[in-house]
């Protein structure tokens, strides 16, 4: 009897959990967002992630100085090339020296939408600007022009589009060698990353990147995860001047 119990109970929560999943989605994909002056989905806001992938994007155990944290990679798998992992585990090495975060760079796209800083969005009908509080990096994404042939840099050039009301970014032209994470997860220059932004509630935005690199993967892969809101009163960037810090340490350790 009580076998049949716990069958029935397990069988009751397992659709309760589905019916649960189903409403979610179909909320999500009823909403629909508010529009900007030119009649666009509007993704205006200050958003931040709430999830520990800028020290890993895959599923990870605590260490020391490192929480534990469920992945944004679909799957969990990044599908490396053999010489390619052999990298990605010599970074795991020297990640305390070579991590672009450490040096104060830019740290890439999308790594830049899952740093613990927030970030603001801005629009015009021309373009999208991301605005982060993360050495004051800036991204524009352009509804007009291509790729420009040759130029690199580290947040790659963004080309934009909607698709209904999702927002695609198309991301090229990177400098080699960016990282992931803190965990020596990279990709080269020529690296391709396509970005989907979707409102999904008043305080949401789904975000998605699919990932290819033919020089370190054997395959696309992606991410995803939700992006929040913030909505205290007085909402605002503040500043994180890393360079400032960073040679003030420097100096500090001049003088010992």
Avoid at 233 to 256: I, P, S, V, W
């Amino acid at each position: 009897m009580s076998r049949v119990f716990v069958r029935h109970g397990l069988c009751v929560s397992v659709s309760l959990w589905l019916v649960i999943m189903c409403a979610s989605e179909a909320a999500a994909q009823a909403y629909k967002a508010p529009r900007t002056v030119d009649g666009q989905p509007d993704l205006q806001g200050i958003w931040q992630t709430m999830n520990t992938a800028n020290w890993n994007i895959q599923d990870h155990s605590a260490e020391l100085g490192v929480p534990a944290g469920q992945g944004i990679v679909e799957g969990n798998e990044i599908p490396y090339l053999e010489a390619a992992l052999a990298e990605r585990q010599l970074n795991y090495r020297r990640r305390f020296t070579e991590d672009p975060e450490n040096k104060c760079f830019m740290v890439g796209t999308p790594r830049t939408m899952y740093m613990p800083y927030p970030f603001q969005i801005f629009q015009t009908k021309d373009q999208v600007n991301i605005i982060s509080e993360y050495v004051h990096t800036v991204r524009s994404l352009r509804f007009s022009g291509q790729h420009p042939k040759g130029a690199r840099w580290f947040m790659g050039d963004s080309r934009a589009k909607w698709d209904g009301d999702t927002l695609v970014v198309d991301v090229t032209n990177f400098q080699d060698e960016i990282w992931f994470d803190r965990s020596g997860n990279y990709g080269s220059d020529t690296m391709h990353v396509v970005e989907r932004y979707t409102r999904t509630g008043p305080d949401h935005i789904l975000y998605e990147a699919t990932i290819e690199d033919p020089k370190v993967f054997a395959r696309p892969w992606k991410i995803s995860m939700p992006l929040y809101r913030h909505v205290e009163k007085n909402a605002q960037l503040l500043e994180y001047e890393c360079h400032a810090y960073l040679e003030a340490e420097r100096d500090r350790r001049d003088t010992r």
